[in-house]
T-cell receptor, first 113, second 112 residues
Framework: KAGVTQTPRYLIKTRGQQVTLSCSPISGHRSVSWYQQTPGQGLQFLFEYFSETQRNKGNFPGRFSGRQFSNSRSEMNVSTLELGDSALYLC????????????FGPGTRLTVT | TQLLEQSPQFLSIQEGENLTVYCNSSSVFSSLQWYRQEPGEGPVLLVTVVTGGEVKKLKRLTFQFGDARKDSSLHITAAQPGDTGLYLCAGASGGSARQLTFGSGTQLTVLP
């Protein structure tokens, strides 16, 4: 099976712009979660989607949003970018509804200048 | 808010040495997972422990879940340079607040 894919892998944006990141989960996985990883804060949960519905949300401002399509592919959007949004954004898919084992993609490295 | 504290934060050892990484919390988790992340890649799941007191072995890696399901440890025997990476523990909470809480990570460097 192909793993989780994320596009683009690298992105440079300017403060105030918006960005959309894409994630394709492992075939058959219906749960997609997004995480932000920074050296200072570590890996933080953004939100989870299951069957096109946001099932859980972390403690991030409303500038961070996402959606999931009927084929389980997911996108996340960050509006009005700030310098502090520079991070590695990781997408993970899961099929296990009990232990929530996550299968991560390689991430999108976002740099905001 | 559930927190997971990992220690040590950084560990640099020589090839062949043994090491233990700890993951502690005041909260109870329904399961606990360990991941390893290498530069430029996403974390890769190593193991999931579910039952209090459970011990799982993966070659030279031994994982233990505390009896009260609040803490876990990862022990590596005879470390090799290929073990180098960022080790992350993650606790799963159940019910309506279902999500993973990640520890801050342990950066392990094994020198040849």
């Amino acid at each position: 099976k192909a793993g989780v894919t994320q596009t683009p892998r690298y992105l440079i944006k300017t403060r105030g712009q918006q960005v959309t990141l894409s994630c394709s989960p492992i075939s058959g996985h219906r749960s997609v979660s997004w995480y932000q990883q920074t050296p200072g804060q570590g890996l933080q949960f953004l939100f989870e989607y299951f069957s096109e519905t946001q099932r859980n949300k972390g403690n991030f401002p409303g500038r961070f949003s996402g959606r999931q399509f009927s084929n389980s592919r997911s996108e996340m959007n960050v509006s009005t970018l700030e310098l502090g949004d520079s991070a590695l954004y990781l997408c993970a898919s899961s099929t296990d509804l009990v232990s929530y084992e996550q299968y991560f993609g390689p991430g999108t490295r976002l740099t905001v200048t | 808010t559930q927190l997971l504290e990992q220690s040590p934060q950084f560990l640099s050892i020589q090839e062949g040495e043994n090491l233990t990484v700890y993951c502690n919390s005041s909260s109870v988790f329904s399961s606990l997972q360990w991941y390893r992340q290498e530069p430029g890649e996403g974390p890769v799941l190593l193991v999931t422990v579910v039952t209090g007191g459970e011990v799982k072995k993966l070659k030279r890696l031994t994982f233990q879940f505390g009896d009260a399901r609040k803490d876990s440890s990862l022990h590596i025997t005879a470390a090799q340079p290929g073990d180098t990476g960022l080790y992350l523990c993650a606790g799963a909470s159940g019910g309506s607040a279902r999500q993973l809480t990640f520890g801050s990570g342990t950066q392990l460097t094994v020198l040849p």
